[in-house]
């Protein structure tokens, strides 16, 4: 028998937006302000679903026990806040995959750590978030991913029954929490994988190369 799916679950960054051009753009325009030139985009994009820890490591070689790292880490996001949606968008076919599960009643959410204060004003500004049936970030609830707790929370917000939900995410946090939470967990090889990412070890129960293949989700 197959199991009836009633909700999606998204990662943000790397799933259901493309935010590394503005989170690239942001790292590039702190770097100039530290005299520094750009960093080329392609070695940035594999990284971007880490967040501002990944950001400063890339872009300054410096990491959470720095003396400075609070300040540039204040700095990037300010920087990354003032550019958030300059080019971010949906991954090509995912808007067209949205309308899709709202016309047939399926419910879909976005769990992520992107802290609330930005992923709001982005899911926002793409005119997104008064669709989605749960939003939850990276301070709604504690601990974050890959503990399963905000997805727990997710279903709760939405009325939905783990079992019944899938999670895709483009991280290996993202597959441990899905795991965990009880739902089926597709790997978006379209995200932002990393050269040092072992995705098979990542144990996901789908793994879709294009955005487009996830309409196959709607048929198992």
């Known amino acids: ?63 959470i026990s720095d003396a400075n790292f609070n300040a540039m880490r204040e700095q990037y996001l300010h920087i990354y806040s003032e550019n958030i949606a300059v080019k971010t968008d949906l991954f090509d076919g995912l808007g067209e995959f949205l309308k899709e599960l709202e016309r047939i009643g399926i419910k879909w959410g976005v769990v992520t750590n992107k802290p609330e204060f930005l992923t709001i004003p982005l899911l926002t500004a793409l ?14 609830i504690e601990p974050r991913k890959p503990n399963p707790a905000p997805l727990f929370a997710a279903c709760k917000q939405a009325a939905l029954i783990p079992s019944q939900c899938i999670y895709v995410g483009d991280a290996e946090r993202d597959i441990a929490a899905g ?24 144990e996901a129960d789908i793994t879709l190369e294009q955005p487009d293949e996830l309409y196959s989700l709607l048929s198992h």
Not at 28 to 53: C, F, W
């Open 127 to 140: 005119n997104l978030n008064k669709r989605s049936s749960t939003v939850i970030s990276g301070d709604t």
């Open 179 to 202: 795991r965990a939470a009880g739902m089926r967990t597709v790997l978006a090889q379209w995200g932002y994988i990393t050269p040092e990412d072992n995705t098979d070890c990542w």
């Open 1 to 63: 028998m197959k199991p009836v799916i009633k909700g999606i679950l998204f990662d943000l960054d790397g799933t259901l937006l493309d935010t590394a051009p503005d989170m690239a753009l942001a790292l590039n325009i702190q770097r100039e302000l530290h005299d520094l030139a750009p960093l080329p985009y392609s070695e940035i994009r594999p990284y971007v679903s880490h967040g501002a820890v990944a950001m400063l490591r890339i872009g300054f070689g410096i990491g």
